[in-house]
C-alpha cells in the first residue's frame, strides 16, 4: 500500500481518503503528506485487529522488529530488517475431512460472489492480465523516460 502512495505522490496524483494521515494525524489525500505521516489500516478496527495478529504471531513470537520498528523497504537507510516469518499448517482431513472442507469453501465463495462488486484473490490481477495481453500496456511518458535512460536508448 505504501508504494501505491509512493506512485500517486511520483505522479502528483491525489489518494483516496482514509488511506492515510498527515504528520498531525489528520486524514489527508495527499500521497506526500501520507508519506510523511502513516498508513492507515485497511477495514479500519477489523483491519488492525487482523494486523494485530500478525504482528504478534510474525513478529512476539520470533522476537523480530514489528512493523513500526523496520525502516521502508522503498529506502536504502537503515539496518537490517530483523523481519518475522510464522507458518501454519492445518490438515482439514483432520477436523471436518478434505471433502467437508472443500463443500464448505465452495459454499462460502458461491455467497461471496452473489454481492454486486466482491473480488476474490487474484481475480483484478487475472483482469489486468487478459486487458494488457488484449490492448497492451500504458507507460506513462516519465516512467519511459526513465526506462530509456537507463536501458541507454534514447
Not at 62 to 76: I, K, M, N, Y
Not at 111 to 138: I, N, Q
Amino acid at each position: 500500500a505504501r508504494g501505491e502512495l509512493m506512485i500517486a505522490a511520483r505522479d502528483n496524483q491525489p489518494i483516496p481518503l482514509g488511506w492515510a494521515l498527515d504528520a498531525d494525524g489528520q486524514p489527508t489525500t495527499d500521497p506526500k503528506a501520507g508519506l510523511a505521516g502513516s498508513m492507515l489500516p485497511a477495514g479500519g478496527v477489523k483491519g488492525a485487529m487482523l494486523a494485530l495478529i500478525i504482528e504478534l504471531l510474525a513478529c512476539a513470537l520470533t522476537g523480530s522488529h514489528f512493523g513500526f520498528e523496520t525502516e521502508s523497504f522503498f529506502v536504502d537507510e537503515g539496518g537490517p530488517a530483523r523481519l518475522g516469518q510464522a507458518f501454519m499448517a492445518i490438515d482439514p482431513g483432520a477436523l471436518a475431512g478434505n471433502e467437508a472442507y472443500l463443500e464448505r469453501v465452495e459454499t462460502l465463495v458461491e455467497a461471496m460472489l452473489e454481492d454486486d462488486g466482491v473480488r476474490l484473490p487474484g481475480d483484478r490481477r487475472r483482469k489486468l492480465r487478459d486487458e494488457a495481453l488484449k490492448h497492451g500496456v500504458e507507460i506513462p511518458e516519465a516512467l519511459m523516460a526513465q526506462l530509456r535512460a537507463m536501458s541507454g536508448v534514447a
